[in-house]
């Protein structure tokens, strides 16, 4: 399968007149007729008729020398867990109906800036998932692995840029529903600190761990892309030497249980840096130790969740996948007095993590400590709660500890993919991209 070009080149084509607006978006409708699967769906909805006619608008204001915004033209995909006005936000459920009136603030931001919306794509019900399987609209295939899963909760974002169904797309990380379906189908996936990027118009998971964040074929698209979402001028990337950078290796619990193709492709990409002049520290990180204990009964995502859903739970709860039914539900058994407790100690481990980061300009780990499971590995229900706990263990550490990371692919052509993550602190989001763009280019 060909590497999707990036948004740079996509957009320089359009503006030397190589390309129209108009001719992306068929592109990308092309490929969804032929690759998307009616019982394994990777759009829940396409919005055809509207993206017919924000690309025509892209090339006539292009046509006429004006500007049009920082991503005119662009095909974007988006998670359905976002408003769009008009339109159901299912978050890959079957109980909502209601149409949204308004479009969330990301949506907005991206019209703004000339994006062409594709659709809503498919994704865990209620994000409530790092593998990814929807029993409602099916699970999309990896495109890089196939008879694998493709990583969720954002699966139908990372397949559909994976596939040229959209030039990017936009998701969400509870626990790495960004940067998961990102390194198991060969992308980019970038989730930045949580206050980065407003989730007005988000159905949420967990409001203290939800981050939006996008998937996109390279670290500079990814920059683009979250420049808009948290409304920035996307400043370009400039070169960084990465000689004399330190970055902390931790010994424990994220290099725990990695398989064989996972540990040699980080290990591979360990030596690219120090080839490059990085220093590499490995060493405990005592913080992690802690992270378990955050997760104890369900955590955050339990307690917070079950607030959202406990009167749709009583009212169709029937119509729940009961995977996501009964964790959800584990949040009833979260007293008041237990979810402070809870806030208490995660305020407390933040503050550890930042402290203990500041000697480092960033964290390297596995992505995810394996490559991605056939579907097949996920079909009893304690191998699904095992793999899928174990999927989410290393990128669940940027969101409990509210830090910025990005997942950058590491596999070589013809291995099952993966990705290697680098975790930076809260607020240094425009270091860790640059940070992100020096280690792509050793890659």
Known sequence: MNQPDSLAKLLDDMNSGQKRATELLDNCLAQIDTYDDSKAQVYTRRFDTAARAEADATDRLRHAGVTAGQLAGLPIALKALFDVAGEVTHAGSRGWQSPAQSDAVIVSRLRREGAVITGHT????????????????????????????????????????ARGMAAGAVGTDTGGSVRIPAA???????????????????????DSLDSIGPIAPTVDCCARLDAVLSGRQYQPLRPFSLKGMRFVVPTDYMLDDLDNTVAQAFARS??????????????PAPVLAAIPELMEGGGFTAAESYFVHRQSLANHGDQYDPRVRSRIERGAAISAADYLELCRRRQRRKQEADEWLQDFDGLLAPTVPVVPPRFEELTADEDYARLNLLILRNPTVANMLDLCSITLPNHKPGYLPGGLMLIGRNGADDNLLRLAKAVEQVL
């Open 270 to 283: 360990l030596n690219s840096l120090r080839d490059a002049g990085a220093s590499l520290i490995e060493a």
């Open 122 to 161: 498919n994704m865990t019900e209620f994000a409530y998932s790092g593998v990814g399987l929807n029993p409602h609209y099916g699970t999309p295939d990896n495109p890089l692995a196939p008879g694998r899963i493709p990583g969720g909760s954002s699966s139908g974002a990372a397949v559909a840029v």
């Open 184 to 206: 198991f189908c060969g992308l980019v996936g970038f989730k930045p600190s949580q206050s980065r990027v407003p989730r007005d118009g988000t159905f949420p998971l967990s």
